[in-house]
């Protein structure tokens, strides 16, 4: 079973910067598709960015052009490099992975960002 563990949530004003990180239990970033969602409260969780085996990113349009995906397949880990944070960017972020072509999808417990002068 694979395991997500995020890192790098905090409170930031708006304008910052900050890098979430996600560490997997095994060697599956090469193999998997990975992403990044957040939820904030009382709202449905959102897709906010996906990266593919190959490397192939995609953003939703609210965090285009400010967030970017990448990930580091020898280290097991991804990362999601958020700038010029607005307070409706608050939200607990959750990391994926799941197998291509699957559904059968690995989440992390989540790391808050809370954007706020």
């Known amino acids: 079973q694979v395991r997500l563990v995020e890192s790098g949530g905090g409170l930031v004003q708006p304008g910052g910067s900050l890098r979430l990180s996600c560490t997997a239990s095994?060697?599956?970033?090469?193999?998997?598709?990975l992403g990044w969602y957040r939820q904030a409260p009382g709202k449905q969780r959102l897709l906010v960015a996906t990266?593919?085996?190959?490397?192939?990113?995609n953003y939703a349009d609210f965090v285009q052009g400010r967030f970017i995906i990448s990930k580091d397949n020898a280290k097991n880990t991804m990362y999601l490099q958020m700038n010029s944070l607005k307070p409706e960017d608050t939200a607990i972020y959750y990391c994926?992975?799941?197998?291509?072509?699957?559904?059968?999808?690995?989440w992390g417990q989540g790391t808050q960002v809370t954007v706020s002068s």
């Open positions: 994926s992975a799941r197998p291509p072509l699957t559904s059968n999808t690995a």
């Open positions: 095994g060697s599956i970033f090469s193999r998997y598709v």
């Open positions: 990266i593919t085996t190959g490397g192939t990113t």
